[in-house]
């Protein structure tokens, strides 16, 4: 894998794309979950969304007149083969290659996310994550995808926070599709480890040539308190939210010995599949966005640890309450170090309440977020950590997932009713001090 550092931004196909059922694609999870009524912030969903599928030549544009010059996007799964498996629609493989060629045209490197949380539907129907079948479903996905792309699509991350989409889609039923319950969770959750690693080693028999790895939701899990009973717990959350997923990747198991309701996965367990839990990436992708501060309670059956909000300890938060605290950015990209895979920040990024002046987006907060993480993840690369990107969340104020279009993300400001685009104040920090830094940017300009 090159060691030259890669900055970015990140999108998602279903935050962005619109375009929802036309051109022969099919429905996902969330094109059903999110057009069921009382299911998101104000029954709000993203058949239209940035229409990026309309808009792509205009917001990659933007990007080239930023100066970014790594975008990480996902493929939408039903766009490509609508029923999740047979058929593939021609009209859904042109628009990712009028995507892919575009970018390279503007000398901006496609980094490509496999699955982003919206699987085909037709695929639900059959029992989805909870169906072990997926694995078979997900590694035809990947091979065709990368016949199709791989010959100009360099950069592969097979799955996007596995931990989110099963958790809150499979136990909580937050997010798509909706389920809840202990089981659909475990089955979902064996069946998505199963599934990053014989992805892997699909695409890579595909393309022996391409960097593949996959991304890990992360948060630093502190005690809110020093008793034994708060320490527990935030071990337990951390075990659960934090190296779940990536343990068995890198040939380590499960971590049951922090928290041991993990031992009922054995029921989802079948022979041989210790060994086929671990792939061998070139890279782990992080998404760190705050720090958890973790208390013991009865009150939450199964864990019994509840997340003490940013709001209720009176700290800096975001518009989604969650604690601004860069220094654990730098933590977890030292946790996540011992691994032994090269890191790349694959989303960092906050939502606040921009303001608008005379067509112009003042959010200086998002720059002040964005800046002092950026310090911090540069600081772990100097003290050792083989760090090598930061792709900040996101380019576009984007629909995001149950909350809606309320918590804007962006670099860019979309209007939705015009789809009129404005770079904020953050957009214009972050292409100044990517064209003042570049490349190679080991230390972080305060005059940028």
Known sequence: MEDKFSWGVSTAAYQIEGAHNIHGKGASIW?????????????????????????????????????????????????????????????????YNKVIDFCLDLGIEPWVT????????????????????????????VQLCLKLFGDRV???????????????????????????????????????????AEGTRAARAI????????????????????????????????????????EPLVGKSYPVKDFKLLNRLENFVKDGDEAKLAANVDFIGIQNYTREKVTHSYMVPLLWAKVVKASKRSVDHTLMDWEVYPPAIHSMLHQFSSYGKPLIVTENGAAFND???NNAVHDHQRQQYLQMHIEQVLKAKQEGVDVRGYFVWTLLDNFEWAEGYRPRFGLVHVDFKTQKRVIKYSGHWYANFLQSHGESALQLSRTA
Not at 126 to 139: D, L, P, Q, S
Not at 218 to 228: A, F, K
């Open 154 to 196: 360099k950069h592969w991350m097979i799955l996007n926070e596995p931990m989110v989409f099963t958790g809150a889609g499979y136990f909580m039923g937050i997010h798509a599709p909706g389920r809840k319950g202990l089981t659909s969770f475990l089955a979902a959750a064996h069946h998505a480890a199963l599934c990053q």
């Open 355 to 357: 303001i608008i002046l």
């Open 207 to 246: 393309r022996s040539d391409a960097t593949i790895g996959t991304t890990f939701s992360c948060s630093l899990i502190e005690p809110y308190t020093s008793s034994d009973n708060d320490q527990y717990a935030a071990t337990k959350l951390d075990a659960l939210a934090n190296r779940m997923f990536v």
């Open 31 to 95: 094109d059903v979950f999110a057009n069921t009524p009382g299911k998101t912030h104000g029954n709000q969903h993203a058949n239209v969304s940035c229409d990026f599928y309309h808009h792509y030549a205009q917001d990659i544009a933007l990007m080239a007149q930023m100066n970014i010059s790594n975008f990480r996007f996902s493929l939408s799964w039903s766009r490509i083969i609508p029923g999740g498996t047979g058929a593939v629609n021609p009209d859904g493989i042109d628009f």
């Open 114 to 141: 496999l699955y982003h949380w919206d699987l085909p539907y037709s695929l639900e129907l059959k029992g989805g994550w909870t169906n072990r079948e997926i694995i078979n479903w997900f590694t035809v996905y």
